[in-house]
Every structure is written in C-alpha cells, then in structure tokens.
Nanobody, 116 residues
C-alpha cells in the first residue's frame, strides 16, 4: 500500500533552516504531483508547496522566496528546504500525494517549531 514518511522536523531558532524529507513507497512516485501542507494548532491545514511530475513548483505567498520544494525520483523522495524560518512557520508539516481525484495519501506529519 501507499506509504509516505516525513522526517527532518525539529526545533530551530528564528532565521534558521530545516530540510524536510518525505519518502514514498507503494506508488509510481515519478508520475504524481507531491505537496507539502502544514497545520498549526487551531488553524486549518494549509497548502505550503506543490511540485508536479514535471518539476513545476507552486508556493503559498507566505513562504515564497524562503521555502523550496524539490523531488528526487530515483529516491522516491520529496523535500522541503525551509530558510529564514519565522515563529509563524511553527506547525506540523505533512506531505501528500493524490493518485486520483478520489485518492489522497498523507504522511504522519513532522513537527517544526521555530522559537528562541
């Protein structure tokens, strides 16, 4: 079955950087767009970034210029490089893959905390 496993979260000071990874299995990874979402306490889950199968990227306005999404199809892994982190970036970060309009797969999430 499809599995997505995120890693790389942690505690970082404002202005710092983290790189999140999401390792996928059980699907033809290179065929599908991959996305990162995040959810802070009391706030709806929001889309952070998407990368298509062809490598086209899109970002939420709040992270443009600071975050970079990328993928390595040989490793079935999608990454989120996060620079210039702000306290407002504190959230649980999830990766998602949609293999059809009716099939969404989510990872378990990884906590990112930005605090001094």
């Amino acid at each position: 079955q499809v599995q997505l496993v995120e890693s790389g979260g942690g505690l970082v000071q404002p202005g710092g950087s983290l790189r999140l990874s999401c390792a996928a299995s059980g699907l033809a990874f290179s065929r599908y767009a991959m996305s990162w979402y995040r959810q802070a306490p009391g706030i709806l889950r929001e889309l952070v970034a998407t990368i298509t199968s062809g490598g086209t990227t899109n970002y939420a306005d709040s992270v443009k210029g600071r975050f970079t999404i990328s993928r390595d199809n040989a490793k079935n892994t999608v990454y989120l490089q996060m620079n210039s982190l702000e306290p407002e970036d504190t959230a649980v970060y999830y990766c998602k893959c949609s293999t059809s309009p009716f099939s969404d797969y989510w990872g378990q999430g990884t906590q990112v905390t930005v605090s001094s």
